[in-house]
């Protein structure tokens, strides 16, 4: 079992990534309160640097790391968002990066990370681009893993802390999305820690469910990927996360992908948002809560909108 981290490791990464990182609003939603019947708040994640929330993770990283290493280059492997992110920040900074990403990235991804000065290289799959990023690793260059590694997961739990101690007024329940299980795992310790009565749900879509197969088998195991939701895709979550989950998360609820692209218009055209599919989920999944849970709350953390008006168009006719 990995060891579980706690509220001072988050305070610390906040102290890390101060003044680096958007503090994002996190607002009561009067469209989403209306088309779900309830008081919904968001935390709109989807307005950070880069589009997202893996900065977060990425900076608390890279402040950590010795100037050999930093001269020695980044690695990472990623379904979008975390390969902007750490071609954005290693720009930023001076440091070279390499960004291994399959070809169902989203475009706007890959052109973005370019864009940022990072070396991408594309593979046919998931699994193909965490094969690439290890023999990328063994010549030398530091990996920053989305969801393995006990700093970045701090970084990300940045985002419950904010929650937690900003939502404008009470909540019972929040989602988050699942890929690895970075987001999830740092959100859980925060809110468990400063709200512990409030419940933490995760969200997975049909085709890329790596944390609820680890849940049912009893540890992470490779799963096969099917969902269009490329950001979401992990090939496995790692110990770390599975163990957070395991002892911190209510429960994993799985939608189908025409749930979260319709979701995702949903976020646009009630939540005035501009959220990815990899957010959208979170709608279908909060009617599902709010469901199972008389006089529930909900809180959705909107990770990320890195997706064009077009992709969105084409997923959802």
């Given at each position: ?64 790391l010795t100037p050999g290493e930093r001269d020695a280059g980044l690695v990472a492997v990623s379904g979008g968002n975390h390969g902007i992110a750490v071609a954005d920040v290693a720009g930023s900074v001076g ?223």
């Amino acid at each position: 079992m990995a060891d579980l981290f706690g509220l001072a490791d988050i305070e610390v990464a906040a102290e890390r990534i101060a003044g680096q990182v958007v503090r994002t609003p996190t607002v009561r939603s009067p469209g989403l309160s209306a088309l779900l019947g309830a008081p919904v708040t968001a935390k709109l994640e989807l307005l950070q640097r880069s589009g997202s929330f893996k900065p977060r993770g990425v900076l608390a990283k890279i402040a950590t790391l010795t100037p050999g290493e930093r001269d020695a280059g980044l690695v990472a492997v990623s379904g979008g968002n975390h390969g902007i992110a750490v071609a954005d920040v290693a720009g930023s900074v001076g440091i070279a990066a390499t960004v291994v990403m399959p070809e169902s990235a989203p475009s706007r991804s890959v052109q973005i990370a370019r864009e940022a000065g990072a070396e991408v290289r594309l593979t046919p799959d998931m699994a193909g681009a965490f094969a690439l990023t290890a023999e990328l690793q063994a010549t030398g260059a530091t990996l920053v893993h989305p969801f393995d590694d006990p700093v970045v997961l701090a970084g990300q739990a940045t985002v419950g802390l904010e929650l937690a101690r900003g939502a404008p007024e009470p909540i019972t329940d929040v989602l988050v999305s699942i890929g690895g299980g970075a987001l999830i795992s740092g959100v859980a310790v925060a809110v468990r820690a400063l709200l512990p009565d409030v419940r933490v749900w995760g969200v997975e879509t049909a085709g890329a469910e790596a944390m609820s197969t680890a849940l049912r088998v009893g540890g992470p195991a490779p799963v096969e990927l099917s969902s269009i939701v490329s950001t979401l895709s992990a090939p496995s979550v790692s110990q770390l996360t599975y163990d957070h989950v395991r002892e911190l998360v209510h429960e994993v609820l799985v939608v189908s992908d025409d749930e979260a692209v319709r979701g995702a218009v949903e976020l646009a055209e009630h939540g005035k948002v501009w959220g990815e599919p990899a957010a959208g989920c979170l709608v279908p999944a909060a009617r599902r809560v709010l469901a199972q849970v008389d006089g529930a709350r909900p809180a959705l953390i909107v990770c990320g909108g890195n997706t064009t008006v077009a992709e969105v168009a084409r997923l959802a006719s």
